[in-house]
């Protein structure tokens, strides 16, 4: 359940991935307020997904427990040129085949670093692209 749930996300798929959220999920990237309802975190994956061009979630870890799963994992944002790359530890909670609780712990000196990284590379490969194109064009 939460492989598909992440599975749909990789896809940008937010239909399928409202689909597997209970009508009282709960989802927060701590230390961010929780967003509270199917539609509060609808509004918060559309936004995602609008934005971004691609999300990567590599589990390294899984374990379960009752209605409880935890998962270690490097999850990979992209817009565009640029990427992201981090450590998540996230949270489920799974009940009567839905998700109800969705909680993302991360190290935010992580992400913002990962963040100015995937915007140096992306900078760097347009400046890169802008002089390749110069080059072609110049006589």
Request: hydrophobic share 50%.
């Amino acid at each position: 359940m939460v492989r598909a749930f992440l599975v749909a996300l990789e896809r940008l798929d937010a239909d399928a991935a409202l689909a597997l959220v209970s009508d009282d999920v709960v989802y927060q990237n701590v230390p961010l307020p929780p967003a509270r309802g199917r539609a509060a975190v609808e509004k918060q994956l559309r936004w995602m997904l609008r934005y971004g061009t691609g999300f990567e979630a590599r589990i390294h870890h899984l374990a379960a427990d009752g209605p409880v799963v935890l998962t270690e994992r490097t999850d990979v944002l992209r817009a565009g040129s640029w990427e992201a790359e981090f450590w998540v530890c996230g949270t489920f909670e799974v009940r009567d085949g839905r998700v109800v609780l969705w909680r993302d712990y991360f190290d935010w000196a992580t992400f913002l670093a990962a963040s100015a990284r995937g915007a140096g590379r992306a900078l760097f490969f347009q400046a890169a692209a802008a002089v390749a194109a110069r080059r072609r064009n110049s006589p």
